[in-house]
């Protein structure tokens, strides 16, 4: 079992900043990725943000300079850093995990709004 919690969403100004936690407890081991998507309002779920096992990053470029993840394995934790917000980056947004072979986890979801 992987459980996977998110945190630190809300409503921001445009050109705000957020933190975004997700904390990953359970069977925590062999795992290739973590990362965060997003779903915005009648739309598909996008790839937003992704760190592999071994520390490479890949991020939509819609985000690019502007986002940023990071991973703390002893807190078995992952985070987004947003700057510089836009309206359009107003979505629920999604922590990941992908463990061996098994199905994809995610967590519950945490709301950003972003205002203009």
């Known amino acids: 079992q992987v459980r996977l919690v998110e945190s630190g969403g809300g409503l921001v100004q445009a050109g705000g900043s957020l933190r975004l936690p997700c904390a990953a407890s359970g069977s925590i081991f062999s795992i290739n990725a973590m990362g965060w998507y997003r779903q915005a309002a009648g739309k598909q779920r996008d790839m937003v943000a992704v760190v592999t096992n071994v520390g490479s990053t890949n991020y939509a470029d819609s985000v690019m300079g502007r986002f940023t993840i990071s991973r703390d394995n002893a807190k078995n934790t992952v985070y987004l850093q947003m700057i510089s917000l836009k309206p359009e980056d107003t979505a629920v947004y999604y922590c990941?995990?992908?463990?061996?072979?098994?199905?994809?986890?995610w967590g519950q979801g945490t709301r950003v709004t972003v205002s203009s």
């Open positions: 990941m995990m992908v463990r061996a072979s098994d199905p994809w986890y």
